[in-house]
């Protein structure tokens, strides 16, 4: 039956994405926030699909930790959903995402026009210096600024030394660093097929105090992210009432 549902979503997931890419091409057109609504309805339609096909419910914790205007979310970076739920909870995300991915047809096309920040790991200074422009002009348009320090996936139980761009971000918009931790592995693991019914939740908590050196900063976010999230998995699937996933924040 797992298999069965995880089929079903799959086939959803792709035909959203198709749909909505190709009916929303007229946005391409329009202003930045035009394409920001595509992609929060895209979001939100691939999450209501992975909650009636497969069963998965999503709680957010620590909503009143999220300061207003500009910030910097150092997310955990488990699973694909990390990267869908952000553009449902909040109004202007601005992702920061590999370069290639903007080179997409429509899913690229969209990404760019919403704003989203691409990163080149193999640019050098000039590929960091473009990506600090463009976060700091997110920040100072009061967006959140969402980064998975951790570069990639990590599978459930496994921990990566956090990359150092999440500091250069901080240091250079200025803004609130908020660490978040997610249990989303257990649901949807890295490079899985299945997906598995159950409870995801994501915890946003309280914003480091400004002006950490970059060690400490990164040495702060993985004990703080780590060890929630240690605790997330330790918890029983539906321990919890779900709060619904379309609270959103300005």
């Given at each position: 039956?797992?298999?069965?549902?995880?089929?079903?979503?799959?086939?959803l997931f792709f035909g959203?994405?198709?749909?909505?890419?190709?009916?929303?091409?007229?946005?391409?057109?329009?202003?930045?926030?035009?394409?920001?609504?595509?992609?929060?309805?895209?979001?939100?339609?691939?999450?209501?699909?992975?909650?009636?096909?497969?069963?998965?419910?999503?709680?957010?914790?620590?909503?009143?930790?999220?300061?207003?205007?500009?910030?910097?979310?150092?997310?955990?970076?488990?699973?694909?959903?990390?990267?869908?739920?952000?553009?449902?909870?909040?109004?202007?995300?601005?992702?920061?995402?590999?370069?290639?991915?903007?080179?997409?047809?429509?899913?690229?096309?969209?990404?760019?026009?919403?704003?989203?920040?691409?990163?080149?790991?193999?640019?050098?200074?000039?590929?960091?210096?473009?990506?600090?422009?463009?976060?700091?002009?997110?920040?100072?348009?009061?967006?959140?600024?969402?980064?998975?320090?951790?570069?990639?996936?990590?599978?459930?139980?496994?921990?990566?030394?956090?990359?150092?761009?999440?500091?250069?971000?901080?240091?250079?918009?200025?803004?609130?660093?908020?660490?978040?931790?997610?249990?989303?592995?257990?649901?949807?693991?890295?490079?899985?097929?299945?997906?598995?019914?159950?409870?995801?939740?994501?915890?946003?908590?309280?914003?480091l105090p400004a002006g950490?050196?970059?060690?400490?900063?990164?040495?702060?976010?993985?004990?703080?992210?780590?060890?929630?999230?240690?605790?997330?998995?330790?918890?029983?699937?539906?321990?919890?009432?779900?709060?619904?996933?379309?609270?959103?924040?300005?």
């Amino acid at each position: 039956m797992i298999w069965l549902r995880s089929l079903v979503f799959n086939i959803l997931f792709f035909g959203i994405t198709a749909v909505v890419g190709f009916i929303a091409i007229p946005t391409l057109l329009m202003t930045r926030g035009a394409a920001v609504q595509v992609t929060r309805l895209w979001a939100r339609l691939v999450i209501l699909a992975l909650r009636y096909t497969v069963g998965v419910r999503v709680e957010v914790r620590g909503w009143e930790n999220l300061p207003p205007g500009g910030v910097v979310i150092a997310a955990k970076h488990q699973s694909a959903f990390d990267t869908i739920i952000w553009l449902s909870l909040l109004d202007r995300p601005a992702y920061v995402m590999k370069k290639e991915l903007l080179s997409i047809p429509i899913y690229g096309w969209h990404a760019r026009k919403a704003g989203m920040i691409p990163v080149d790991r193999e640019g050098g200074g000039p590929a960091l210096r473009s990506m600090l422009r463009a976060a700091t002009a997110a920040v100072a348009e009061g967006r959140q600024v969402v980064i998975f320090p951790e570069g990639t996936r990590t599978p459930v139980g496994q921990r990566v030394a956090y990359q150092p761009g999440v500091v250069a971000i901080a240091s250079g918009t200025g803004a609130p660093v908020v660490p978040v931790a997610t249990d989303s592995g257990r649901v949807w693991g890295r490079r899985h097929f299945l997906k598995r019914p159950g409870l995801i939740r994501i915890v946003i908590l309280p914003a480091l105090p400004a002006g950490l050196n970059r060690a400490r900063l990164l040495s702060s976010l993985q004990e703080q992210i780590e060890s929630t999230t240690d605790r997330l998995m330790s918890e029983p699937q539906f321990g919890h009432p779900p709060e619904p996933v379309d609270k959103s924040v300005g």
